[in-house]
C-alpha cells in the first residue's frame, strides 16, 4: 500500500455505465474512484443476452487484473482501494433476465451480481418504469412483490432509479432493507420524471437506504446546460430533505462505449425514445454538450468535493458522500 492510498479517501460511484477499457479505467482512477456500479447488463437484455453480456463484462475486468477487479463484499471494496485498483460492484438497470422465475436471482447472485433495478425506464413484470407517469404508473405489482422479496433474501441490492414515482412509492412501502436510488435528483429542483420527490427522499432514508445525486445533465436542469453548481443545487436539497447520511454521489457518465453521434440521437437526443426526459429540454441540449459543464469525463470527480467544500460542507460530510454512506448500506444488504 502506498503513502497516498493511505490518505486517499475511498470514493464510490453509485451509477457508472461507461466501457470496461483500460483507457477509461485510468480515468476512473484519475478521478479517484476506488469503486463503481457498473451496468453490466444493458437494460434491454433477456436472460440469454444477460448472461452474455455478464460474461463479457467479466473478462474484460479480468483482463486488466493491474486496474480494475470484481468486488462482492465491503471488504472487498476496501482492499481494491488499498490495492490502487478500481473495484467493480455489478449490476443492471433491468430485470427482464428474470422476469421467468425470481427465483433466478440467486443464479446471478452466485455470478457475482449485487446491485438490481426492478424495472428501467419501461414497464415489465415487476412494475413501471420513470416514463410512466400520473395514472399511467400503476406501481408495483405481484410480481414485484416476490422479485422485492427475493433480492432481501439474497442479500441484493435494490436500486430504485428508473423506477415510476408511484412504483417507487409502493416499493419504499414494502421494503424490509435499506434500497437506494443509486442515480437520480430530487424532483423539486428539477422536474423531470426521473427524478424523485420529497416524499421518496424521505422514504429512502427511512429504509435506512440513501439517493446517489447523478450528474447525468437531463436530470439536472432543463433550460440551459446544467453547470456543477447546479448539480450542487440538488446535492443541497437531497441533504435538506433526507439527511447527510442518506445521500451520495453518482455520475453516469456513458465514456468509451463506442456510442456514435447518430446512436446518441436515436436514443437520448431531443427526439430520442423518451420523450418525457430529453424531448423537453432546451436547444443547449446537443450531442456536443450532452452532459454537465464541469463534468464531462469521470476524471473531473475531485471537483464535485471542491465544490462541497466551496458551500461549507464538513470533511466529514462530505466523506460520507463520497463512501460512507454506501458502505453503511452495503454492509447491511450484501450476504457473501
Known amino acids: 500500500m502506498s503513502a497516498e492510498t493511505k490518505t486517499r479517501p475511498i470514493v464510490i460511484d453509485g451509477l457508472n455505465c461507461a466501457g470496461v477499457t483500460p483507457g ?8 479517484g474512484i476506488s469503486a463503481m456500479n457498473l451496468t453490466a447488463i444493458r437494460p434491454g437484455a433477456h436472460l440469454h443476452d444477460a448472461l452474455l453480456q455478464l460474461e463479457d463484462a467479466r473478462r474484460a475486468i479480468e483482463a486488466v487484473p493491474e486496474l480494475a477487479t470484481v468486488v462482492t463484499t465491503v471488504d472487498q471494496i476496501a482492499a481494491a ?6 473495484g467493480i460492484i455489478l449490476g443492471a438497470q433491468n430485470t427482464l433476465m428474470v422476469e421467468p422465475d425470481v427465483k433466478l436471482l440467486a443464479s446471478f447472485h452466485a455470478l457475482g451480481m ?3 433495478q426492478p424495472t428501467y425506464n419501461e414497464r415489465n413484470a415487476f412494475g413501471y418504469g ?3 407517469t400520473d395514472m399511467g404508473d400503476r406501481g408495483i405489482t405481484e410480481a414485484g412483490r416476490m422479485w422485492l422479496e427475493a433480492m432481501e433474501e439474497f442479500g441484493i441490492l435494490v436500486d430504485l432509479s428508473h423506477c415510476g414515482h408511484r412504483t417507487s412509492l409502493d416499493y419504499l412501502a414494502a421494503a424490509k432493507r435499506p434500497l437506494v436510488f443509486s442515480h437520480a435528483n430530487a424532483y423539486a429542483v428539477c422536474p423531470s420524471p426521473r427524478n424523485k420527490t420529497d416524499e421518496m427522499i424521505r422514504g429512502v432514508a427511512k429504509t435506512g437506504g440513501l439517493i446517489g445525486a447523478v450528474t447525468w445533465a437531463p436530470v439536472v436542469r432543463w433550460d440551459q446546460r446544467p453547470t456543477l453548481d447546479d448539480y450542487l ?3 443541497d436539497h437531497l441533504v ?38 430529453t424531448g423537453v429540454l432546451g436547444d ?13 469525463t469521470i476524471s473531473q470527480t475531485p471537483l464535485v468535493w471542491d465544490k ?3 458551500r461549507g460542507y464538513h470533511e466529514s460530510d462530505i466523506e460520507k458522500v463520497m463512501s460512507g454512506n454506501w458502505l453503511r448500506v452495503l454492509g447491511d444488504v450484501w450476504k457473501n
Open 114 to 116: 449485487r446491485i438490481i
Open 24 to 31: 477509461q479505467l485510468k480515468r476512473t482512477l484519475e478521478g
Open 233 to 235: 443545487d440538488h446535492l
Open 308 to 310: 462541497m467544500r466551496a
Open 284 to 296: 443547449w441540449y446537443t450531442y456536443e454538450d450532452r452532459s454537465t459543464e464541469g463534468m464531462e
Open 240 to 277: 435538506k430533505v433526507g439527511g447527510i447520511e442518506h445521500v451520495a454521489f453518482a455520475s453516469d457518465l456513458p465514456e468509451d462505449i463506442g456510442q456514435t453521434k447518430a446512436d446518441w440521437e436515436k436514443l437520448w437526443g431531443p427526439n430520442g425514445v423518451y420523450p418525457n426526459v
Open 130 to 132: 420513470a416514463s410512466f
Open 81 to 86: 482501494h488499498d490495492k490502487g485498483v478500481v
